[in-house]
């Protein structure tokens, strides 16, 4: 662990001591690399430790708010960085700043790659100057938060970046229960501070995005205000609707009438009273008016097409009929399909239609395994999290993920990389309102088979 602001001048013979012993000079000079292109104030010219290792060998340590590194670059388009942090209670965020003009942060959410973080708009060509400063600076007696930046560069204007990534958020029905339960706000907020760092395209939800409803409609006031951070930051998303957030669910999650659920859970008005296609930001179609029960959104990323094709929940076969049309229509997007109830804890397609229509094996036979271009399935309602590949009519896979969770203690967020050079699907479970990380469910896919 290094030592704070408070004891700079040990500090700096200390890191001039590693320095020589790297064969470095704290002056920014590598003596068998190239040199740092950092001049640093506050930080010192350190000895890389994350991968890619850069051609200096070294990266800028940044320690405190004080803290900065500086550079020119020649050039245009928007800065990426490279960044490696120390988590402590949080990962660091660095402001980076353009010619005197502050263009944006990101927060760098790796230990040991340094990744690319692209922050702010484009800037036209020439020679900028660029300041790079660390500012959430924390540290208590367990740990100590940093951050250590191997490049900063120019991502040429037009250049096209093939890395991306889009969220899935589990049920959130035990994050609406009381007013004072911060965690679905806590994980939208995280979202869009991550926003440069993931490269986020899109926010789905799986449903059950409240518990049930109440006559103050309480818990969709929760849910309706934990959502304003990624439509505020202009993030496309769409919420699946579960039986929870339909009529056919009463207080407690009980049956609402026993007698009258195969009609009421169609009953979404209060629903749609909340959550709107303008809201959602990127609807193209819906398959009834004034209703976001089945929608497709579509955005452009990594170079191609994307859609979002939202589904009710054990869909009516007129609902599935439109969907294969809309399918139909767009051949060169790249579908995501997100619907409450698909695969069980055990990998398993459900096969109950339960008080809906029809069931996730007909939606499976009859829509998902038919098209060429359906890349992805996302779930909820049932276990904790699980996955499976299958081959569609055409030969495309077909990667389904379960997110669940039910969660009394954190947020978990699936996180989902695509890089559409490499062909190839990252995902992650994370819960940010305590830095949990779910490893157990890490998954990694090659040939994924990207429409171009």
């Known amino acids: 662990m290094r030592l704070k602001r408070s004891r700079f001048a040990l500090v700096a013979v200390a890191a001039s001591a590693l320095a020589a012993a790297a064969g470095v000079s704290i002056g920014g000079t590598a003596s068998a690399a190239e040199p740092s292109q950092f001049t640093v104030v506050g930080g010192a010219i350190r000895t890389a430790t994350g991968t890619p290792v850069p051609a200096s060998g070294t990266h800028a340590s940044l320690w405190g708010n004080s803290s900065y590194a500086t550079t020119s670059i020649t050039g245009s388009g928007r800065v990426v960085i490279g960044a490696i942090g120390d988590n402590c209670q949080g990962w660091p965020t660095v402001q980076v700043t353009v010619d005197g003009v502050s263009v944006g942060q990101t927060t760098i959410v790796s230990a040991t790659s340094y990744g690319t973080y692209p922050v702010g708009a484009a800037v036209g060509a020439g020679q900028h100057s660029v300041k790079l400063q660390f500012i959430n600076d924390f540290r208590s007696d367990t740990c100590d938060r940093n951050v250590h930046i191997s490049y900063a560069r120019m991502e040429t204007a037009g250049a096209t970046d093939t890395k991306f990534s889009f969220a899935v958020m589990p049920d959130t029905q035990q994050e609406v229960l009381n007013s004072t339960d911060t965690r679905f706000l806590n994980r939208t907020n995280w979202l869009v501070q991550n926003r440069s760092a993931?490269?986020?395209?899109?926010?789905?939800?799986?449903?059950?995005?409240?518990?049930?409803?109440?006559?103050?409609?309480?818990?969709?006031?929760?849910?309706?205000?934990?959502?304003?951070?990624?439509?505020?930051?202009?993030?496309?998303?769409?919420?699946?609707?579960?039986?929870?957030?339909?009529?056919?669910?009463?207080?407690?999650?009980?049956?609402?009438?026993?007698?009258?659920?195969?009609?009421?859970?169609?009953?979404?008005?209060?629903?749609?009273?909340?959550?709107?296609?303008?809201?959602?930001?990127?609807?193209?179609?819906?398959?009834?008016?004034?209703?976001?029960?089945?929608?497709?959104?579509?955005?452009?990323?990594?170079?191609?097409?994307?859609?979002?094709?939202?589904?009710?929940?054990?869909?009516?076969?007129?609902?599935?009929?439109w969907a294969k049309n809309v399918v139909l229509a767009h051949p060169r997007h790249n579908v995501i399909v997100v619907t409450h109830d698909f695969i069980d804890g055990n990998a398993n397609i459900e096969q109950s239609a339960s008080y809906g229509a029809t069931s996730p094996q007909y939606l499976y036979d009859n829509l998902i395994k038919q098209y060429a271009n359906i890349r992805f399935v996302f779930s909820g309602h049932v276990g904790i999290a699980a996955n499976r590949v299958d081959t569609g009519v055409n030969g495309n896979k077909i990667y389904s993920f379960l997110q669940t969770f039910h969660s009394n203690t954190t947020n978990p967020v699936r996180l989902v990389e695509v890089d559409t050079a490499a062909n190839s699907l990252r995902t992650w479970i994370y819960g940010p309102y305590n830095n949990q990380s779910f490893t157990e469910y890490d998954r990694s896919f090659t040939g994924i088979g990207v429409v171009r």
Do not use: C
């Not at 934990?226 to 056919?248: F, K």
């Not at 609807?283 to 990594?302: I, R």
């Open 198 to 321: 993931l490269d986020l395209r899109f926010v789905a939800s799986s449903g059950d995005v409240v518990n049930w409803d109440t006559p103050d409609h309480s818990q969709y006031v929760i849910a309706r205000n934990a959502m304003r951070p990624i439509e505020t930051a202009g993030i496309p998303y769409s919420l699946a609707l579960g039986n929870h957030d339909t009529q056919a669910t009463g207080v407690g999650g009980s049956a609402r009438d026993p007698a009258h659920t195969r009609e009421l859970v169609r009953d979404t008005t209060v629903f749609n009273q909340y959550f709107t296609v303008s809201q959602y930001g990127a609807v193209k179609g819906q398959f009834e008016a004034g209703k976001v029960d089945n929608s497709y959104s579509t955005f452009e990323a990594g170079g191609v097409q994307w859609m979002v094709l939202t589904l009710e929940l054990w869909p009516r076969v007129e609902a599935v009929n």
